[in-house]
């Protein structure tokens, strides 16, 4: 059976923790989709085409990975993509409770499918997206934030 995992989140932007978490990801899966989620609440800084196109860019020479958004449950993207896994990131132990409480959610209307923590590495701890689009907004450099080679300025 392939091992096809989901990572989903907001990813506004993607970050080079997010792309660490990735790249650790490739030995344990035969693929791994970035799922874009789509929420009505939030007032994202990049368009969701952005983001999928940013995700793109990033893994362009990695053909097990790649890109989508979807609006609604994760875990209906998951069936949608036949998924057996969620990946995801912690960097602090907040991170942990809250995870863990949609792991144990997820797991309940989807049990097939198993969450997966990764720790981020020491370095990318303090990245985070919310402190990265501040930065953007205020015409900060965020350049060692951000995967090699994307440039904020092409996704806004």
């Known amino acids: 059976?392939?091992?096809?995992?989901?990572?989903?989140?907001?990813?506004?932007?993607f970050t080079v923790g997010h792309e660490n978490i990735v790249l650790r990801a490739l030995s344990l899966f035969d693929?791994?989709?970035v799922?874009?989620?789509?929420h009505s609440t939030k007032k994202p800084l990049l368009k969701i085409d952005a983001r999928v196109r940013m995700v793109n860019q990033?893994?362009?020479?990695?053909?097990?990975?790649?890109?989508?958004y979807f609006e609604g449950l994760t875990v209906d993207?998951?069936?949608k993509v036949h998924a057996t896994?969620?990946?995801r990131g912690i960097r602090t132990a907040a991170d942990f409770e809250y995870e863990r409480a949609i792991a144990q959610v997820n797991k309940l209307m989807l049990p097939d499918v198993e969450s997966v923590f990764l720790l981020t590495t020491p370095e990318h701890t303090p990245v985070n997206s919310t402190i990265?689009?501040?930065i953007?907004?205020?015409?900060?450099?965020?350049?060692q934030f951000l995967p090699v080679g994307i440039d904020i300025k092409d996704y806004l």
């Open 1 to 13: 059976m392939e091992k096809i995992a989901v990572f989903p989140g907001s990813f506004d932007p």
């Open 31 to 33: 693929k791994i989709i």
């Open 35 to 38: 799922a874009i989620g789509v």
């Open 58 to 68: 990033v893994f362009l020479n990695y053909e097990q990975v790649s890109a989508d």
């Open 77 to 79: 993207f998951c069936r």
């Open 85 to 87: 896994h969620m990946l």
């Open 132 to 134: 990265i689009r501040d």
């Open 136 to 143: 953007i907004r205020n015409n900060g450099d965020v350049t």
